[in-house]
């Protein structure tokens, strides 16, 4: 047993399962995750896009993961994530917890169980103005 920040013994927990272990939804900023890459902590990094500081900073974490042969997957938001890992070389697979489809007019279709990346601009997705007025206080 050890906790999520303990990298050393995380990495003794994955080298000894036959079984690739998954980290780094819940690491806040880029630092954390070089620490986790460069101890073999997990075998495959899992990047959330807002605890890591939005796009740009998961990009970055994805390079750290590239450059020691580690693929990184996503945590949630697969409407915003298709693009992302998409864009990564080793980008595995993305997460899909459809908890915020609900927001948005159309989001990208599922074909074969895979994500389709939509052609629009942008993300390519437009606010339901009559889901959002629900929320408005």
């Known amino acids: 047993m050890t906790t999520a920040d303990d990298f050393a013994g995380l990495a003794r927990i994955?080298?000894?399962?036959?079984t690739p272990v998954a980290g780094g939804k819940y690491v806040w900023g880029s630092v954390p995750f070089r620490h986790m890459v460069e101890a073999r902590s997990v075998d495959i990094v899992m990047i959330d896009?807002?605890?890591?500081?939005?796009?740009?900073?998961?990009?970055?974490?994805?390079?750290?993961?590239?450059?020691f042969n580690l693929p990184v997957v996503s945590h949630v938001m697969p409407e915003m994530l298709v693009h992302v890992i998409a864009a990564c070389p080793n980008g595995l697979t993305v997460e899909y917890m459809p908890w915020m489809l609900a927001l948005y007019e159309e989001t990208p279709k599922i074909d074969k169980g895979e994500?389709?990346?939509?052609?629009?601009?942008?993300?390519?997705?437009?606010?339901?103005e009559k889901v959002i007025a629900r929320f408005k206080a």
């Open 49 to 67: 896009l807002v605890r890591v500081g939005g796009v740009s900073q998961f990009m970055k974490v994805a390079g750290m993961a590239e450059a």
């Open 14 to 18: 994955t080298a000894a399962l036959s």
């Open 115 to 128: 994500l389709v990346l939509p052609d629009k601009p942008g993300l390519g997705l437009k606010f339901d």
